[in-house]
């Protein structure tokens, strides 16, 4: 599996640019992608089971304290069918969700909301990727928790960390799946900086 990254390139942005999410893996995808002045701050905010909305939540609550920066707030969810997934309670839990997700297809939704206050700029977005997983032995499942910490990731995986030994296909956005789809958020802040 590799890496996919936006062709386009990253647009030089004139205002601060801060990301609101304290996930050190959101942050790296941005600073590969070429956002490499971006701040980090950490929202407290309460979450529901709507990336979208909260990613409104944690960008809004950023905004209010830096209305001149452009931020950024993101929240991934795990949906099995009707069922949201989150991060695992313990090593238990998250042996349970990885035997839930095996032989399965599951979706990985990124919301996704950009805003400035002064310049009255708020999108979002929701990006999914489907990823359809190996059937699971429990050897092969013991493995993987060995080898990676799941306990803060939602559906206890990381697809950037021996994702190959547990997904068989991805359909959309690689980054996505990691956490944030930096491909259309590159498009979005290209359009935001045109339209100011």
């Known amino acids: 599996m590799s890496d996919d990254y936006p ?14 999410s304290g996930s050190p893996r959101r942050s790296s995808l941005l600073q590969k992608a070429g956002f490499v002045s971006v701040q980090i701050m950490i929202p407290h905010v309460k979450e529901g089971d709507d990336p979208l909305e909260n990613s409104l939540l944690k960008a809004s609550e950023i ?10 707030g993101a929240d991934t969810v795990i949906r099995l069918e009707d ?3 989150g991060k ?80 068989e296909t991805i359909e959309g956005s690689f980054t996505n799946v990691i956490g944030l789809p930096v491909e259309r958020l590159t498009e979005t802040l290209h359009y935001v900086l045109r339209m100011n």
């Open 7 to 20: 062709e386009e390139s990253a647009p030089v942005i004139q205002r601060q640019l801060i990301l609101a």
């Open 63 to 72: 905004a209010g304290f830096y209305p001149d920066a452009i931020v950024i």
């Open 83 to 85: 069922r949201v997934i």
């Open 88 to 167: 695992p309670k313990d090593i238990e839990d998250a042996k349970y969700i990885l035997a839930s997700l095996s032989g399965r297809t599951h979706d990985v939704a990124t919301g996704v909301c950009v805003r400035c206050i002064a310049n009255e700029v708020l999108v979002r977005f929701e990006e999914i990727t489907h990823v359809t997983f190996r059937v699971l032995t429990d050897d092969m499942i013991e493995r993987y928790i060995e080898a990676v910490d799941v306990m803060d990731k939602a559906g206890a995986y990381a697809i950037q960390e021996y994702g190959e030994d547990l997904i």
